[in-house]
């Protein structure tokens, strides 16, 4: 359960960072983020090297960093054409994916306590952003999108769901190797699109690297470890649930930030979802 708590606090540090980067480009801040990330997984690995007799750490980190990479840009492009508020819930519905995962392929069961917990947390997350109205919409649009919707949550649930997968498939002394392969071919891939745009780093792009990178890194080792010591079913809807509430108690603290009715509502909901969850 440590794991877990390190986990969420490390994301939602990253997610107060990434909250209040302003930009029409935000590929060079996910570059460096990357780098620092990937520098960060070889500094922690023991041995440092980058084969060990197994290729599961390479080919699953290949792809599961080319699926963090094509959830930001799904996110992005469901934000440009749906609105933030309607691409949040589906992004937070995402959650679903590795429940069905750990469930349907390893055979994890919840009881019916925890069951009910998984489904209030769900609906205290999708609470938490509101229900999306014509006012989420952008301006001028042409309606929503259901395909960039639907990328939005599968891509950002199998980006989740991929830690686990290495949990069950992995061997444990190759945990960091995973991270390492992850966040390097999610920097090449990142690498290519900066390329494309023929867009020059700034010293703004390292800067918030850094700041997203380091949490970034330690929320994702922290939540390997915590999967492979609970059941993703526990994990997962604590982890989401936990960052948002995290990330509501330091913007009220540290922004003056104050939630509506509708968000207190749901936080109370967090809190006895984490309960049911956890009995």
Not at 58 to 80: D, M, P, Q
Not at 206 to 215: C, D, H, T, W, Y
Not at 232 to 244: E, H, M, N, T
């Amino acid at each position: 359960m440590l794991f877990l708590l390190l986990a969420l606090l490390s994301s939602s540090v990253l997610a107060l960072v990434l909250k209040y980067l302003n930009t029409s480009s935000p590929y060079g801040v996910y570059l460096v983020n990357y780098i620092t990330c990937t520098l960060l997984a070889f500094g922690a690995m023991d041995p440092r090297t980058l084969f060990r007799g197994d290729f599961t750490p390479c080919w699953l980190g290949a792809v599961t960093g080319l699926i963090y990479l094509a959830s930001l840009a799904a996110n992005g492009a469901s934000i440009h054409k749906n609105g933030a508020i309607l691409s949040s819930v589906f992004t937070r519905l995402g959650v679903l994916v590795p429940i069905l995962v750990s469930v349907v392929l390893f055979g994890e069961r919840p009881t019916l306590v925890q069951g009910l917990g998984i489904a209030l947390a769900v609906a205290a997350a999708v609470g938490m952003n509101g229900l999306p109205g014509r006012e989420s919409r952008p301006a001028g649009g042409a309606g929503v999108s259901l395909v960039l919707l639907v990328l939005t949550l599968v891509l950002n649930g199998t980006a989740d769901a991929m830690s686990k997968v290495f949990a069950q498939l992995g061997r444990r002394q190759d945990d960091g190797l995973f991270m390492f392969y992850i966040f390097l071919f999610a920097g090449l891939a990142t690498l290519v699109l900066l390329v494309r745009q023929h867009r020059p780093l700034t010293r703004r792009d390292v800067l918030f690297g850094v700041a997203a990178g380091v949490p970034n890194f330690l929320s994702s080792r922290l939540l390997l470890a915590a999967l492979t010591r609970l059941p993703a079913f526990l994990v997962y809807p604590c982890y989401s649930v936990g960052v948002i509430l995290v990330i509501s108690a330091a913007s009220f603290f540290l922004f003056r930030e104050r939630l509506n009715r509708r968000q207190l509502g749901a936080a109370g909901m967090i809190l006895g979802a984490l309960v049911l969850m956890n009995l």
